[in-house]
């Protein structure tokens, strides 16, 4: 069952400053089609087998988006379809994207994942690596990559103030290569679930992962 007042209030509450990802992993096709039907169009998933099996029973206006941790050997049978990918956390894995994303002559929108969790378990580039990507993109490295912004994820914690940290310390981030880049595309800071959304809004969140919430057990 899909929680439709939460739904609501977390889309008013995002007004035109973020857009809502609605991640269905774990959830029925029911459920999802439930949200599909009261009009959420964006989807995500974390794993790409899926996200391959999901989007063959659902609509086809779906705008999917790739979430979780990806491997550079999956990379070809998701680029020809998903809007975005959110977790791209080295230079390897955005090679990868370009070649394929070149061979079916496309550009593909990607986030550049940012590894700020006191987790070591979670993915994501350091600040040096950051950079180093970003200059290969002004060297003209990625012609069929639109880098659109960035993305992370804040501790699993009930300290406010530990998540709260790391996402200034992305949205620091964010704005540096936004100046850096000068480019209108490069504009969705991609942070904040279930758990904390409301604490990545006030950091400057474009983009919210929410999943739990908006369904019920
Ligand atoms: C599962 C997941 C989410 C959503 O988590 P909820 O706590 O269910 O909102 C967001 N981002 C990523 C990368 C995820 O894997």
């Given amino acids: ?19 809502l990802i609605a991640v ?4 029925s096709l029911e459920d999802i089609r439930a949200l599909y039907d009261i009009g959420q169009r964006d989807f995500a998933e974390n794993r790409v087998q899926s996200l391959l099996e999901r989007r063959e029973s659902l609509p086809e206006d779906i705008r999917w988006h790739l979430i979780g941790h990806l491997q550079t050997n999956k990379v070809k049978s998701i680029v020809s379809f998903v809007s975005m990918i959110h977790a791209v956390d080295s230079q390897k894995l955005l090679e990868a994207i370009q070649a394929e994303a070149a061979k079916m002559n496309r550009q593909m929108n990607v986030l550049l994942q940012m590894h700020v969790a006191r987790e070591e378990t979670k993915f994501g580039l350091d600040e040096t ?31 406010e103030s530990i998540v709260s940290n790391e996402f200034a310390h992305i949205q620091a981030l964010f704005s540096k290569v936004k100046m850096q880049l000068n ?3 490069f504009c969705e800071l991609s942070i904040g679930m279930s ?4 604490i990545a809004l006030k950091h400057g969140a474009t983009m919210i992962r929410v999943g739990s919430l908006l369904f019920l057990k």
Avoid: H, V, W
């Fill in 183 to 185: 480019n209108e595309a």
């Fill in 1 to 19: 069952m899909i929680d439709k007042d939460r739904y609501i209030n977390i889309l008013k509450e995002l007004g035109s400053n973020a857009k």
């Fill in 195 to 198: 758990g904390d959304y409301r």
């Fill in 129 to 159: 690596e950051l950079f180093e990507i970003i200059a290969l993109y002004q060297k003209g490295n990625y012609p069929n990559i639109q880098l659109c912004g960035m993305m992370g994820m804040a501790t699993n914690s009930d300290d």
């Fill in 24 to 27: 269905s992993k774990y959830q």
